[in-house]
């Protein structure tokens, strides 16, 4: 299925609605893709819960603004508002039930005919009803700014429909040592080349182990375990996908000796627990991923490896989760959140000691 991009002709006159029509358009294109190219269950599954919270939360914005202006078709705009939520609703049982090709192909033309043709044509009808209506729209709008967690009226919510949610996960932050040197002391070509070298290595390490990447920064990333699975596999998950990265880079290192010498390292921090999940970022560029202490501890726990000198510290939590006792025990201090105030934590310096 060709899913057209969005473009100023489909613009409604509001910007958020716009933007949501935009976000939502990049979904689709990012479903359909993992469709084609008959990627994972887990990721389809991925952007079709994705698909189904954003289309959830964006009929109850759009009928609020609806209602603001005055819009005389509500009613009817938002029986269809309901019939598609019920259909994705049930897809995504159908698909739970039986992922299969059929069921792709339903999926598919349910994308194109319901919810595009929606946006395309159905959507455009309020726009007269909107314009010029920008206070109205302002203090209808001001409920729904948050589109995760707390973030819009509970009322409002349809049965079945999911926002983020709290949901106990596994964090890995990974940090690319020394890049200001690298920048300093090499080509800007071959940092570039050798920094996207890594980040493929990475992510497919992070892939193999069922994670999922969640953030960039530059010369790191935020990764996911146990958005699909239990908590316990995650945590083996991610101390087997950290184990892979570090064999990754010695290769690495191998490969671009006569270029960098040996300038690749990296230091992860991995913690485990409640965090809250959804889909968030820019509207061009939405991304599941996670906020809360135990992101920002396991952030703490990366660059604990700095100051201890080790290539990974993980929290003690993660460690009688996976039940793998690796490295040396040690005390984090680096937090003030009482939960993870002197978190009992471990600290490996070699690969070697990953050989569990
Ligand atoms: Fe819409
Ligand atoms: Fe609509």
Same mark, same amino acid.
């Given at each position: ?13 509001? &910007? ?11 979904? /689709?294109?990012? %479903? ?8 994972? #269950?887990?990721?389809?599954? &991925? ?12 009929? @109850? ?18 029986? /269809?508002?309901?019939? /598609? ?23 598919? /033309? ?9 946006? +395309?044509?159905?959507?455009? =009808? ?68 050798? *920094?996207?070298?890594?980040? #493929? ?19 790191? %990333?935020?990764? *996911?375990?146990?958005?699909? =699975? ?14 892979? +990265? ?5 290769? %690495? ?6 270029? %960098?010498?040996? @300038? ?8 485990? &627990?409640?965090?809250?999940?959804? +889909? +968030? ?16 501890? @396991? ?43 002197? *978190? ?13």
């Amino acid at each position: 299925m060709k899913v057209l991009p969005w473009n100023k002709d489909l613009s409604v006159g509001v &910007g958020v609605i716009d933007a949501d029509h935009k976000l939502l358009f990049n979904i /689709i294109k990012q %479903l359909n893709r993992a469709l084609e190219e008959g990627q994972s #269950v887990d990721k389809v599954r &991925g952007y079709l819960t994705a698909l189904t919270e954003y289309t959830d939360f964006h009929f @109850a914005r759009e009928e609020a603004l609806m209602k603001a202006c005055g819009y005389s078709e509500l009613e009817e705009h938002r029986e /269809i508002h309901n019939e /598609i939520c019920s259909r994705l609703e049930q897809i995504c049982r159908d698909f739970d039930a039986a992922p299969d090709d059929a069921l792709n192909e339903r999926i598919l /033309i349910f994308l194109n005919s319901w919810l595009v043709e929606h946006i +395309m044509h159905r959507d455009k =009808q309020y726009v007269p009803d909107m314009a010029g209506k920008d206070a109205e729209i302002a203090t209808a709008h001001a409920p729904f700014q948050r589109f995760w967690g707390s973030g819009y009226p509970e009322h409002t919510r349809r049965p079945g429909g999911l926002t983020g949610r709290e949901r106990r996960v596994v964090a890995m932050f990974v940090d690319l040592r020394g890049s200001t040197r690298l920048a300093e002391e090499h080509d800007a070509y071959d940092v570039v080349l050798v *920094l996207n070298e890594l980040f #493929v290595e990475l992510t497919d390490a992070i892939e193999r182990s069922r994670g999922h990447y969640a953030q960039f920064n530059g010369d790191g %990333l935020l990764a *996911l375990f146990g958005l699909e =699975q239990e908590f316990g596999i995650a945590c083996r998950q991610a101390l087997e996908s950290a184990r892979d +990265m570090f064999r990754r880079v010695e290769e %690495l290192n191998k490969r671009f000796a006569e270029e %960098l010498g040996d @300038a690749l390292s990296i230091g992860i921090g991995i913690h485990g &627990g409640e965090a809250i999940v959804g +889909m +968030m970022g820019p509207p061009a560029s939405p991304i599941v991923s996670a906020v809360g202490v135990v992101v920002n501890t @396991a952030s703490g726990l990366e660059s604990e490896t700095k100051k201890a000198g080790c290539m990974l510290v993980y929290s003690q939590t993660v460690a009688d989760a996976a039940g793998i006792y690796v490295g040396d025990s040690g005390v984090y201090r680096g937090t003030k959140h009482p939960a993870h105030n002197e *978190l009992p934590v471990r600290l490996v310096r070699s690969v070697s000691e990953l050989s569990y």
